[in-house]
Nanobody, 124 residues
Framework: QVQLVESGGGLVQAGGSLRLSCAASGSTFSSYGMGWFRQAPGKEREFVATISRSAGWIYYADSVKGRFTISRDNAKNTVYLQMNSLKPDDTAVYYC?????????????????WGQGTQVTVSS
């Protein structure tokens, strides 16, 4: 079992930056692949970024490539999402998720544990 708690969301102007954190507890964090997803009102939850357990594989959605950076600190049981050059279209609830595969899946169904989400709102 893994418990995930996101933090760092908030209101920011377009062009600004935020850093999301996801703290994990309850199991061996370093064995899990970790991902970030987001869900805007009225839309499906979509993939944002993922990182494998040793950070050897990292993938991004095309919509955030070059603007967002995912990273992890296994000593702190935390995964991060640095978001720069934010746009109003980035407004959503952001969720972190853990995959027991240890790899870096981009498919939502391959994640076993989810956090409660943190709201990110980008104003124009």
């Amino acid at each position: 079992q893994v418990q995930l708690v996101e933090s760092g969301g908030g209101l920011v102007q377009a062009g600004g930056s935020l850093r999301l954190s996801c703290a994990a507890s309850g199991s061996t964090f370093s064995s899990y692949g970790m991902g970030w997803f987001r869900q805007a009102p009225g839309k499906e939850r979509e993939f944002v970024a993922t990182i494998s357990r040793s950070a050897g594989w990292i993938y991004y959605a095309d919509s955030v490539k070059g603007r967002f950076t995912i990273s992890r600190d296994n000593a702190k049981n935390t995964v991060y999402l640095q978001m720069n050059s934010l746009k109003p279209d980035d407004t959503a609830v952001y969720y972190c998720a853990a995959s027991s595969s240890g790899s870096a899946p981009i498919t939502r169904s391959l994640y076993d544990y989810w956090g409660q989400g943190t709201q990110v709102t980008v104003s124009s």
